[in-house]
């Protein structure tokens, strides 16, 4: 039996149907977001403490984090009755991140954040796990990114769990997760590619080294199927999730090969799906 992880429930349940890629969506703030006047936004955001060590990162942080222009969403976490919040925006670093905030009736305290872009955001009542689902893109030029799931623990104010996998930057998202499939590799040696077509020769993109091949698979290895595509000449392609595998060449940067799962997209010719 091929592992599930709750990722793929989450990002099926949380996927704007309409989006090119699922990587284009944006939190559905509405859902959960508290309706208040700026007055009382600005007045939260005043007593926002972002904690930081380092004076200059500080400073930093109250000049651009603290700017107007919605990058505070303000919320029930917990079940008490003052208004807490949560940062979504430009990082202090490089990117995007996002940060927690319980209020204490004095200020909004940092819970909990991380580095990333964030894509959804819910929960089922305060008091209850905060679900979010985030992509964290490679520093500089580090080709390797990851889509994770993070669950935060409102009671003990801390993350309790996350599970990400990994994309190459040019590989093609769905629009959504549209079904789930255990399958096993069943062909000597298999491709994972970043767009469902077969491309061999010239590097499709700036992190490929040939064609558009993400990592080679062999005989027995696992994945899931989640979304599929046929292209021009009626072949079938499956948008994959592949189990983490312990090995140091199959893929195509030998430094990207340590255990970790890797999204892209395969041939439904050669595998068997497991029921």
């Known amino acids: 039996m091929v592992p599930l992880k709750s990722l793929f429930l989450l990002l099926l349940a949380s996927i704007v149907a309409h989006a090119q890629s699922l990587l284009d969506q944006e939190p559905n703030w509405s859902a959960i977001e508290i309706t208040l006047s700026k007055r009382t936004k600005d007045s939260l955001i005043s007593k926002v403490s972002w904690g930081y060590s380092t004076g200059m990162i500080a400073t930093y942080g109250e000049r651009i984090l603290n700017k107007p222009g919605g990058y505070y969403h303000f919320l029930h976490l917990n079940a008490d009755s003052l208004i807490d919040a949560v940062y979504s925006g430009p990082s202090v670093y490089e990117g995007n991140s996002f940060t927690l905030f319980i209020n204490n009736g004095d200020s909004l305290k940092v819970a909990a954040g991380s580095q990333g872009t964030l894509l959804s955001i819910s929960q089922t009542y305060p008091n209850s796990m905060v679900k979010l689902v985030l992509v964290r893109y490679g520093c500089c030029d580090e080709p390797s990114n ?104 199959y893929h195509i940067d030998k430094n990207l090969s340590d255990n970790k799962g890797w999204y892209g997209w395969i041939s439904s010719r050669y595998i068997e799906v497991l029921e």
């Open 146 to 249: 990851e889509l994770l799931e993070v669950h935060f623990n409102p009671i003990e104010n801390a993350i309790i769990n996350s599970k990400g996998y990994y994309f190459i930057d040019e590989t093609e998202f769905p629009a959504m997760f549209t079904f789930r499939k255990p399958f096993m590799v069943v062909n000597k040696t298999y491709n994972l590619r970043g767009s469902p077509k077969i491309l061999d020769d010239e590097p499709a993109g700036y992190h490929f080294e040939k064609g558009n091949i993400v990592a080679t698979y062999n005989t027995g290895d696992l994945g899931m199927a989640l979304a599929e595509k046929t292209d021009d000449t009626g072949r079938v392609w499956w948008f994959v999730l592949m189990n983490p595998k312990w090995s140091y060449d």
